[in-house]
């Protein structure tokens, strides 16, 4: 069955996508240190009180899809494939994700030339950690505050930085995830 979407919901939804489009947009063009919230607000034709009332800071204005970021972790934990392994799901889900797949360059180099927004989008990317150890848990039959379950997620969700910054991705991927199959071990 389809779910209905009322018409306030739609308003809501398209009033969000305008700060965000707006702020997108303002920062692109003219950076994001340059532009208040005010001017997004305008650019939304909203108050800055409607602004804040769908996005808790402006370092949020660009980050608007928390909620399907987390939802695509827990799926690529819960909807592997048969026979591989939780390891294999979110290192594939970890290279999608830092591919083309991902934010355009422009954003990406938005976000790493703004300190305070590369520190959130960072902060925003661990904040999944708890609901991706709870997956991990119960796709394994580990309890649910499992010490090892929430180690591999936050391992898994920290090694993105390294692999995005790394001059060959996939290899980094491999090489990283490959440890957290195997194990660390010393030599």
């Not at 083309?100 to 976000?111: H, I, N, S």
Request: proline share 4%; glycine share 6%; aromatic share 6%.
């Amino acid at each position: 069955m389809t779910e209905v979407i009322g018409r306030r919901e739609r308003k809501k939804a398209q009033t969000r996508q305008a700060l965000a489009d707006a702020a997108l947009e303002l920062f692109l063009e003219h950076g994001y240190d340059e532009v208040g919230v005010k001017e997004v607000a305008d650019a939304a034709d909203v108050s800055v009180t409607t602004l804040f009332k769908y996005f808790p800071s402006k370092e949020a204005l660009l980050f608007d899809q928390d909620d399907d970021i987390e939802a695509a972790l827990v799926l690529a934990v819960r909807g592997r494939p048969p026979g591989h392994t939780v390891v294999d799901a979110l290192r594939e889900h970890i290279l999608r994700d830092v591919s083309d797949g991902g934010p355009g360059e422009e954003f990406l180099r938005l976000v790493e030339s703004t300190p305070a927004l590369r520190e959130y989008g960072r902060r925003m990317w661990l904040r999944h950690e708890t609901a991706l150890a709870r997956a991990i848990a119960e796709e394994t039959g580990a309890p649910e505050n499992d010490v090892t379950c929430a180690a591999l997620a936050r391992f898994a969700l920290e090694s993105r930085e390294l692999i995005t910054h790394h001059e060959n991705p996939r290899r980094a991927a491999e090489d990283i995830f490959g440890c957290l199959e195997r194990g660390w071990r010393t030599t």
